[in-house]
């Protein structure tokens, strides 16, 4: 089992930048595919990125694809989400997730909530417009 810690999030203004965190515990972390998502007060919680356990594959939620940039290192067990160019409606607490991904799915993106096995607690980015 992965446990999962979000970090980095905070208060900024439209137009800023913020790079989100999850660390994850545990020596298999390369077995993952790893993803974020948000949810905004009142809302679902949405699919923002996701990455594949190779780190070859990326996939992005349409309202970020251009302004974010999710990677991996490996060999720090973190997933990080660059958020450039904020804007208010990405107001929301993030969320880091885990799912594994042996066989052909090596090379998989998994962009939806319920593919995902292993969540963290979130960490919220406010965007003041």
């Known amino acids: 089992q992965v446990q999962l810690v979000e970090s980095g999030g905070g208060l900024v203004q439209a137009g800023d930048s913020l790079r989100l965190s999850c660390a994850a515990s545990?020596?298999?972390?390369?077995?993952?595919?790893m993803g974020w998502f948000c949810q905004a007060p009142g809302q679902e919680r949405e699919f923002v990125a996701a990455?594949?356990?190779?780190?070859?594959?990326?996939s992005y939620a349409d309202s970020v694809k251009g302004r974010f940039t999710i990677s991996r290192d490996n060999g720090k067990n973190t997933v990080y989400l660059q958020m450039n160019s904020l804007k208010f409606e990405d107001t929301a607490a993030y969320y880091c997730?885990?799912?594994?991904?042996?066989?052909?799915?090596?090379?998989?993106?998994?962009?939806?909530?319920?593919?995902?096995?292993?969540w963290g607690q979130g960490t919220q980015v406010t965007v003041s417009s």
């Open positions: 545990g020596p298999t972390f390369s077995s993952y595919a």
């Open positions: 990455i594949s356990r190779s780190g070859s594959t990326t």
């Open positions: 997730a885990a799912r594994t991904a042996a066989g052909s799915y090596y090379y998989r993106a998994f962009g939806t909530e319920n593919e995902y096995t292993y």
